[in-house]
C-alpha cells in the first residue's frame, strides 16, 4: 500500500519539552511538506524539502525545525521555543518537476501541550 | 497579495440539492487550483485541480468545479448532495511562477448534508 503515515495520531507534552512528529512516505516523491491546521486558519505552511538532504522555510517557521536525510522521511521538531504549539500536523508530499502536481497528505498528528 | 477566500464558513444542503462551495481568488497571472476534503481527524483527500482548458473540471465522488476566469472564482458544485459529503472542503491555489509546488489554501468552509 503506498502513502503516508504520520506517527503518533496523539501526542501529549509538557510546556518547555521539545517533540518530534514522525512522518514517512513510500511514494517515491522527492518533496515532502509539513503544515500546521488551527481551526478557522485553513493550513499554513511551516516547511518544505524539494530534495534529500534540502529544506527551505515556509510562512510560519518560527520555533520548528526539520531535517530531511532520507527521501522517505521528513521529521518535524516542535521547539519549546513554539509559543502556541497546540495544533494538528499535516504532513504532505508530491512529485516535482515540470507537471502541476497535487499534494499527498498523511493522517495527522494532533500535539496537545500543557 | 496572492490570497485565496473561502466565503462562507459553513453551507447546509438537504439530501439529494444541489450544492455548491464557493472559492475565490487573487493572483496576477493564471493560477493552477485544487479541491481537496477532510473528515474528522484525517488528513486532506484530493478531489479535483484545474490547469487550464475546459473550464468544467470533474473529479472524485461525483463532484465538480467551474473555473471562471473573469470572476477569479472556482466553485465546488455536485448535482446531488449525500449525507456521506459532510465533511470539511479547502479550495487551494497553487502560483505558476517557479518550480516550487507551493500551496495557498483557504480557510475551509464546512458542508453539512440533512437528510
Known amino acids: 500500500d503506498g502513502g503516508i503515515t504520520q506517527s503518533p495520531k496523539y501526542l501529549f507534552r509538557k510546556e518547555g519539552q521539545n517533540v518530534t512528529l514522525s512522518c514517512e512516505q513510500n511514494?517515491?516523491?522527492?518533496?515532502m511538506y509539513w503544515y500546521r491546521q488551527d481551526p478557522g486558519q485553513g493550513l499554513r505552511l511551516i516547511y518544505y524539502s524539494q530534495i534529500v538532504n534540502d529544506f527551505q522555510k515556509g510562512d510560519i517557521a518560527e520555533g520548528y525545525s526539520v531535517s530531511r536525510e532520507k527521501k522517505e522521511s521528513f521529521p518535524l521538531t516542535v521547539t519549546s521555543a513554539q509559543k502556541n504549539p497546540t495544533a494538528f500536523y499535516l504532513c504532505?508530499?508530491?512529485?516535482?518537476?515540470?507537471?502541476?502536481?497535487?499534494?499527498?497528505f498523511g493522517p495527522g498528528t494532533r500535539l496537545t501541550v500543557t | 497579495a496572492q490570497s485565496v477566500a473561502q466565503p462562507e464558513d459553513q453551507v447546509n444542503v438537504a439530501e439529494g440539492n444541489p450544492l455548491t462551495v464557493k472559492c475565490t481568488y487573487s493572483?496576477?497571472?493564471?493560477?493552477?487550483l485544487f479541491w481537496y476534503v477532510q473528515y474528522p481527524n484525517r488528513g486532506l483527500q484530493f478531489l479535483l485541480k484545474?490547469?487550464?482548458?475546459?473550464?468544467l473540471v470533474k473529479g472524485s465522488y461525483g463532484f465538480e468545479a467551474e473555473f471562471n476566469k473573469s470572476q477569479t472564482s472556482f466553485h465546488l458544485k455536485k448535482p446531488s448532495a449525500l449525507v456521506s459529503d459532510s465533511a470539511l472542503y479547502f479550495c487551494?491555489?497553487?502560483?505558476?511562477?517557479?518550480?516550487?509546488?507551493?500551496?495557498?489554501f483557504g480557510a475551509g468552509t464546512r458542508l453539512a448534508v440533512h437528510p
Open positions: 484545474y490547469i487550464t482548458g475546459d473550464n
Open positions: 511514494l517515491n516523491h522527492d518533496a
Open positions: 487551494a491555489v497553487r502560483f505558476p511562477s517557479g518550480g516550487y509546488n507551493k500551496l495557498i
Open positions: 504532505a508530499s508530491s512529485p516535482t518537476g515540470t507537471g502541476v502536481y497535487e499534494q499527498y
Open positions: 493572483v496576477s497571472g493564471n493560477p493552477y
